[in-house]
């Protein structure tokens, strides 16, 4: 069984902190990390994906990969009550002939004013 | 552009019904999947199609599960007979090909058996 982990949370951070999202997989092979957003009552939606060591950002978001540790990770700064939502880790995985993501249980992130 | 469909939004029937899901990927994407998302077990993957034809369908639960993808632009999941545990929501994705190409989700289908 190919895993990803993750802290199902709560993890509770105040307005303005930056908030961090940690996700460990199993599977040495992997080659690309997906991290989607899923507000209460509605679809994932992707926020970022990666697929080298080291970091990557896109505006208030950072993931980092350290293939090596087999650890991805999301910082979101300067957090805000509207990045309250369930945060999917996923990990692209050879299936069949082609792939599949392969998800995390999410963790939930609560931003207090 | 429009993204992937899934119809019906809602879905209410009682045990043993027929339930048909639908599901129109995002024109282009030769990677259509089905999922089921419940709060004990997160988001399982059913079955994914590539270029129409199923690759895998390990996920599926047991035969009451079915899917067909007929053409390029539309697919279906069959659950026939429903049994209360079959209540979850069940998302439609596509994706490209490429390793680093994401999946985009349909809205859901929420379905709960009486």
């Known amino acids: 069984q190919k895993e990803v982990e993750q802290n199902s949370g709560p993890l509770s951070v105040p307005e303005g902190a930056i908030a961090s999202l940690n996700c460990t997989y199993s599977d040495r092979g992997s080659q690309s990390f997906f991290w989607y957003r899923q507000y209460s009552g509605k679809s994932p939606e992707l926020i970022m994906f990666?697929?080298?060591?080291g970091d990557k950002e896109d505006g208030r978001f950072t993931a980092q990969l350290n293939k090596a540790s087999q650890y991805v990770s999301l910082l979101i700064r300067d957090s805000q009550p509207s990045d309250s939502a369930t945060y999917l880790c996923a990990v692209k995985v050879p299936l069949g002939s082609g792939y599949a993501l392969n998800f995390g249980k999410g963790t939930s992130l609560l931003v207090t004013p | 552009d429009a993204g992937v469909i899934q119809s019906p939004r809602h879905e209410v029937t009682e045990m043993g019904q027929e339930v048909t899901l639908r599901c129109k990927p995002i024109s282009g994407h030769d990677y259509l999947f089905w999922y089921r998302q419940t709060m004990m077990r997160g988001l399982e993957l059913l079955i994914y199609?590539?270029?129409?034809?199923?690759?895998?369908d390990s996920g599926m639960p047991e035969d009451r599960f079915s899917a067909k993808m007929p053409n390029a632009s539309f697919s279906t999941l069959k659950i026939q007979p429903s049994e209360p545990r079959d209540s979850a929501v069940y998302f439609c994705?596509?994706?490209?090909?490429?390793?680093?190409?994401?999946?985009?989700f349909g809205d859901g289908t929420r379905l709960s058996i009486l």
């Open positions: 199609f590539n270029n129409n034809v199923p690759i895998d």
């Open positions: 990666i697929y080298s060591n």
């Open positions: 994705a596509s994706s490209f090909t490429r390793v680093d190409q994401p999946q985009h």
